[in-house]
């Protein structure tokens, strides 16, 4: 999947800069670690649990809040407040324990969720993100006020790293359907100092959002295919219609993507049966 994995520099003020990585569960970014990196609360799902675990050497603690998020057509997030249409907001349907806590290292915290749904609730997928964001230290080490006791009378700044990250927690109510389709493949051909590469779009329709794997091979004319890529965990969420994106090939030597065929297929995760959601295939001459 493609996470929001927000970071924090604090020269004094907070400026944020947001990234987008496709991570295998668990999410692990420095010395925080998330297990599962996706909530799915179906059928009768009422609760779900996520462990936040500390794999530093120094207790850290971690801000706990639901925020929304839009999925661009690059798959990259954007914070909102507003919903546009077909845009369904988990947050008050959800309730989660604790708001805070502090995980020693070595390490976890259970953070418990809790889902509430009225009864004139609407079918559909309703998708939040559950963001984990550490604390700065007040004392210890890392704080203004130990470095101000080094004895050096410079003037400076203390630059700290805060990571977090985010994973989505979606609800889904009703009848929910979704299908998936490949188009618009293209084949970039190598560089002197890049390797070829594969874009295409992933297309979504219904009301609930697709997530799945991605394998890219070639098969030459008369031979047997050979994989180039993959790529696991990627989603298209409701309501968006497509996702872009490139894929790397990492081709054999002695390989030459001529006189074949290119096929990438998207399939869903092995942990949900590996059913083929979509395949399409680029000849190539």
């Not at 008369?222 to 790529?231: C, I, N, R, S, T």
Request: aromatic share 6%; proline share 7%; hydrophobic share 45%.
């Amino acid at each position: 999947m493609l996470h929001f994995l927000p970071f924090y520099l604090l020269p004094g003020r907070s400026a944020q800069a947001a990234l987008a990585l496709c991570l295998a569960a668990p999410l692990a970014l420095a010395d925080l670690a998330l297990f599962p990196t996706r909530v799915v609360l179906e059928n009768n799902q009422r609760a779900a649990q996520v462990e936040l675990m500390n794999n530093g050497t120094a207790p850290e603690t971690y801000r706990i809040n639901l925020v929304n998020r839009r999925m661009g057509e690059s798959g990259e997030f954007i914070a909102i407040e507003t919903p546009e249409p077909g845009e369904l907001f988990a947050d008050p349907l959800l309730r989660f324990s604790p708001r805070q806590v502090t995980v020693q290292p070595g390490s976890s915290q259970t953070v418990r969720i809790l889902l509430r749904k009225p009864a004139d609730l609407a079918p559909g997928e309703y998708r939040s993100h559950l963001q984990f964001d550490r604390v700065a230290e007040a004392v210890g080490d890392n704080s203004v006020e130990q470095a101000g006791k080094s004895g050096d009378k410079a003037i400076g700044v203390l630059i700290t790293a805060l990571v977090g990250a985010s994973i989505p927690v979606i609800v889904r109510h009703g009848d929910t359907q979704a299908s998936a389709a490949l188009s618009d493949l293209a084949l970039t051909p190598a560089t002197g100092a890049t390797d070829p590469a594969l874009s295409f779009q992933i297309n979504r329709s219904g009301n609930r959002s697709v997530y799945g794997d991605l394998t890219v091979a070639f098969t030459p004319k008369g031979g047997q295919p050979v994989e180039l890529a993959k790529a696991g965990a990627l989603a298209v969420y409701a309501p968006n219609a497509f996702r872009r994106a490139r894929m790397l090939l990492r081709v054999p030597p002695g390989t030459t993507l001529a006189a074949g065929t290119l096929d990438l297929s998207y399939r869903e995760r092995a942990e949900a049966g590996a059913k083929m959601l979509a395949l399409a295939s680029l000849a190539l001459p």
